[in-house]
């Protein structure tokens, strides 16, 4: 009997031992893409996980599609220039950010998609997020400089923002701690604000150099870590936030404008058609694989707990003479699914 109990937990390690290479070694790959037509160009989406959604920013309208079926099950209009959307499920509620004209945000319902209101606010409004410690959202004006604030329970026909932190720079996208603080990246003064929300100031601007130009954040709140994607030059940026220290600097692909975070590793997705993965080796941050996507799919959103990517992107034309870039062809908007393997 002793001897059958060592077999048997000898076999156990051998088994374990042959698996844990293929789990570190785990690749992310397309497995699919959704076709989904429509006019608009595009900017952020958002996963709605539990209800297998994304709210995908498109322009003059929000695309909202199902995930399982790859189908469009709404089509909220009334932007100027949408960009971004932050969902809040225990109010029922959803908020778009439109840069058009003097700015709004609209709010509208989770589930009939109704508008439901339009909150006055700044030009360019464009990265917003949902603060769930501090029970606010949180968007930027890029052309204003400044944060803006307000409860998600605000009165959609009559309610206002709360009056805006200035910033001290142009704002791209953000991130928050869970803690008070809110990690604002400045564009054009390649900066980091830090905003204690609270006294609603800015208590420090950490540059970002190495790096340059940046556009797309997310934190990893457990390790006190962001990851800032800079276009000029191309790097993600890994900046501890108890010092604002630079702790590492890897390559990425041209044109981020996402970054993503989630079970150890963070991604980058690029304008170039690649999403960079990064993860942590030996204690030192390493690009651990890039995955080619789709020509023009540099934002993203990632559903955590099915492994799965979404990119939207479409196919272009050759570019007319004198253009900075090329036309999308029409009708040929896209979402691009990247997948773990074995999950």
Not at 11 to 37: E, F, I, K, Y
Not at 72 to 101: K, M, Y
Not at 284 to 298: H, L
């Amino acid at each position: 009997m002793r001897r059958m109990r060592i077999a048997v937990i000898s076999l156990a390690a051998m088994l374990l031992a042959g698996a844990l290479p293929a789990m570190a070694q785990a690749q992310w790959s397309v497995t699919n893409t959704l076709h989904l037509g429509g006019q608009g160009g595009w900017d952020y989406l958002t996963v709605d996980a539990p209800h297998h959604r994304l709210f995908v920013t498109r322009g003059t309208h929000t695309m909202v599609v199902d995930t399982q079926s790859g189908k469009l099950i709404a089509d909220i209009p009334g932007q100027i220039r949408s960009h971004g959307v932050a969902i809040v499920p225990a109010l029922n509620r959803g908020f778009i950010t439109d840069g058009g004209g003097s700015g709004a945000i609209l709010v509208f319902d989770l589930t009939s998609y109704k508008v439901l209101g339009k909150l006055a606010t700044m030009p360019d409004s464009d990265g917003i997020i949902y603060d769930r410690s501090q029970n606010q959202i949180l968007a930027v004006s890029g052309d204003e400089g400044k944060l803006m604030t307000f409860k998600p329970d605000v009165d959609p026909a009559h309610g206002k923002i709360d009056p805006p932190i200035d910033l001290g720079g142009a704002p791209e996208f953000l991130a928050s701690d869970g803690a008070g603080k809110a990690y604002v990246n400045l564009e054009n003064k390649d900066l980091v604000a830090v905003v204690d929300l609270q006294s609603r100031k800015v208590i420090a601007r950490w540059p970002v150099a190495p790096g340059g130009h940046p556009v797309g954040m997310s934190m990893d709140r457990r390790h006190h870590l962001l990851f800032i994607g800079c276009r000029n030059p191309q790097k993600m940026i890994v900046m501890s936030t108890d010092t604002g220290k630079v702790v590492a600097d890897l390559p990425i692909g041209a044109g981020v404008d996402a970054t993503r975070y989630a079970h150890g590793q963070a991604f980058a997705s690029c304008r170039d058609g690649s999403l960079v993965v990064i993860g942590e080796k030996d204690g030192k941050f390493v690009v651990e694989q890039t995955v080619k996507t789709a020509e023009g799919a540099r934002t993203m959103d990632i559903d955590p707990a099915a492994s799965t990517i979404y990119l939207p992107a479409a196919q272009y034309e050759a570019p007319a003479p004198g253009a900075r870039r090329p036309q999308d062809k029409p009708g040929s908007f896209q979402i691009v699914v990247v997948h773990r393997a074995g999950e």
